[in-house]
């Protein structure tokens, strides 16, 4: 039970977890996800990448959607763009792993700021439109510049190699793969203490009040597309890591739609929400798999797998954002106002 | 150097005519953001309804052919205004952007739906247009996109008149123009909407039966409400001509750079004509300017 939280400087108003209880829940998690891949299965830890994958790319949409309130639907383009840098310098040049993903994030960012021009002339709609465009461009570049992309047959890449251990297996790229993710997310919370992070938030209130209050728009929009596609270009080069094989058909615009859709359900403008709704959407897909699996003609009912979980999928956005526009971020904060006073008062 | 002229009108008349089709897709497009303000993303999918309606009862069911087109576009009908009160009517006053991304949700349901009903594999609708060539001049046009093209001028100019003289066109027009002024003279706006919904999505389903015939039927057709997207930004998301010269444009270029430049390069270039657009004139050719007040 909590009753308040007094707090008597401004460094403790401004901390990310200000009770003692967070840092306690906190500690319990980081200790979870560092035993987990000594207890986990393959497959789960298969999962735990997959998901700690899509994390960084959704907190990476979640700056520049949930926060800027530019909608983007060019996210998996830019990860694509992070995974052929990724596999073209690991194959043309050997550079090291941590350097490849952050040229990776570089080359992702230089992308986003081209993508992110228009932005100041159009808005909202037209923006989102304007980055299905993007994406199809960019779709065309990886498909027929096949000097560098290797056309429609892609690039498969060897297994990292950091300080001579070879990550080759789902246990080792674990420890590549989370670390970077959670550095990631402390990185995009913190933001949002400084004062680049508030004026973002402002223009996504309104952006023009935010111009008259001195906030150049042009240059933080750009800002914020950068840095949501340097989070792209990581996770994409991340994601080039962990499967090894990058096909123009890796990064479909349906990807994009599924990391807008991921930061939907989880709660905009909340990083939180961004974690949540990655994770969320990620496991839905393989919780209906294993209900599939339970089901008495299990071999049957595969078949209609695939058209299931499109519909499910979609039937989850237009779901929550009917009955919880908030997202996942709000149920949980619910709950947790709930045992504030538990159990005096429900 | 000896061009071959007759092979460029050969190609532009293909290309007018698929625009054509476009035009009638965007039509249906634009009656929807004009009455309720909202981007219909799932246009493509509302075209692939009406064309799997119609298989469902001309190729399944058997019926007669006219008898099948209007139970599919009555189909849609409802299917239209379905959606319109279950979906759309309850976000009514959100950000419109919560509304685009509902309508994406929503062509993410329809196709699973119609992958679940009637699998993933490509159908073919049954012909109902005739097969002979048309030539003009030298040029030659393939039957279906001809008649193809004269359905979709026809349905486009029934529409027209329809909005221009008829009492809920009316209303519609009135509605788009100005919701507050159009409550208050006693229109029943959000009938207007389901109206709307309903009208556009019937426009589409006859849109989807076209298209449907001249390629074939497959659960990824909504890839065409991409290409419809282009052309109601590149004519203006309210402008009803700009729809109609949109879709012209589109087509025309998608044929020609599919014909002289290859097929990979078709998306290209509508996306760099969307692209171009936008830098330009982000409300398109004819779209209203909005200019923003605080």
């Known amino acids: 039970m909590r009753i308040g939280s007094a707090k008597e400087t401004y460094s403790r108003d401004e901390a990310l977890f200000d009770s003692r209880t967070q840092r306690v829940w906190l500690g319990v998690l980081a200790l979870a996800l560092l035993l987990f891949p000594f207890v986990a299965n393959q497959y789960w830890l298969y999962l735990a990448c997959l998901v700690a994958i899509n994390v960084a790319s959704a907190t990476g949409l979640n700056i520049l959607t949930g926060y800027t309130g530019q909608v983007s639907l060019g996210q998996a383009a830019f990860m694509g763009v992070g995974a052929y840098a990724v596999a073209v310098l690991e194959k043309q040049l050997g550079t090291p792993v941590l350097l490849n993903l952050a040229a990776a994030g570089g080359t992702a960012m230089l992308f986003g700021l081209v993508v992110g021009i228009p932005s100041l002339r159009v808005k909202g709609l037209y923006l989102a439109i304007a980055t299905i465009a993007a994406s199809f461009i960019l779709h065309f570049v990886f498909a027929n510049w096949t000097r560098v992309t290797g056309g429609t047959a892609g690039l498969s890449l060897p297994p990292a190699k950091i300080f001579g251990i070879v990550l080759d297996t789902e246990f080792r790229l674990y420890w590549l793969i989370m670390p970077i993710t959670l550095l990631m997310l402390a990185g995009a919370a913190n933001l949002f203490r400084t004062r680049i992070g508030r004026a973002f938030v402002a223009i996504r209130d309104r952006d023009i009040s935010a111009e008259v209050l001195g906030i150049p728009l042009l240059r933080y929009k750009l800002l914020s597309f950068g840095l949501s596609s340097f989070y792209a270009g990581v996770a994409g080069g991340l994601w080039a890591y962990f499967f090894r094989s990058v096909t123009p058909e890796s990064f479909p615009l349906l990807m994009s739609i599924f990391f807008l859709a991921a930061i939907i359900v989880g709660g905009m403008g909340s990083i939180l929400g961004g974690i949540l709704g990655a994770v969320f959407m990620t496991l839905v897909p393989e919780v209906l798999k294993l209900m599939v699996g339970w089901l008495p003609n299990a071999s049957e009912a595969m078949v209609f797998l695939a058209p299931v979980r499109t519909i499910v999928f979609g039937a989850l956005i237009v779901g929550f954002l009917i009955f919880e526009p908030h997202g996942l971020a709000e149920i949980w904060r619910r709950v947790r106002r709930f045992f504030h006073l538990w159990p005096f008062r429900t | ?294």
């Open chain 2, 1 to 294: 150097m000896n061009f071959d002229w007759w092979m460029l009108f050969e190609v532009s008349l293909a290309g007018l005519g698929s625009g054509g089709l476009y035009a009638l897709a965007g039509l249906a497009f634009v009656l929807i953001y004009k009455a309720t303000r909202v981007v219909n993303l799932a246009i493509g999918e509302m075209l692939m309804m009406g064309a799997y309606f119609f298989f469902a009862t001309a190729a399944s069911l058997g019926w007669p052919i006219w008898l099948a087109m209007i139970a599919a576009v009555l189909g849609s009908g409802v299917l239209g205004a379905v959606i319109e009160r279950a979906l759309i009517r309850p976000m009514l006053g959100e950000a419109p952007i919560s509304v685009f991304m509902i309508t994406v949700g929503l062509s993410s349901i329809l196709v699973g739906t119609v992958e679940l009903i009637w699998g993933a594999d490509q159908l073919r609708l049954p012909d109902f247009m005739p097969s002979d060539p048309v030539l003009i001049g030298e040029a030659m046009v393939s039957p279906k996109i001809f008649y193809g093209f004269l359905a979709a001028t026809a349905l486009i100019a029934a529409v027209l008149l329809v909005f221009r003289f008829w009492r809920g066109g009316v209303a519609l027009r009135a509605t788009a123009s100005d919701q507050a002024a159009a409550y208050s003279m006693g229109i029943d706006v959000p009938r207007v909407f389901s109206l709307t919904w309903t009208v556009a999505a019937m426009v589409a389903a006859i849109a989807g039966i076209i298209v449907g015939s001249i390629s074939s039927l497959s659960p990824t057709m909504g890839v065409f409400g991409l290409s419809v997207l282009v052309v109601v930004i590149v004519g203006g998301l309210d402008s009803v001509p700009g729809a109609l010269v949109g879709g012209l444009l589109v087509g025309l270029v998608e044929s020609w750079t599919g014909t002289y430049l290859g097929g990979e390069f078709k998306l290209l270039a509508t996306f760099s004509l969307l692209v171009l657009i936008l830098m330009l004139r982000p409300y398109g050719l004819f779209g209203t300017h909005e200019i923003e007040r605080l």
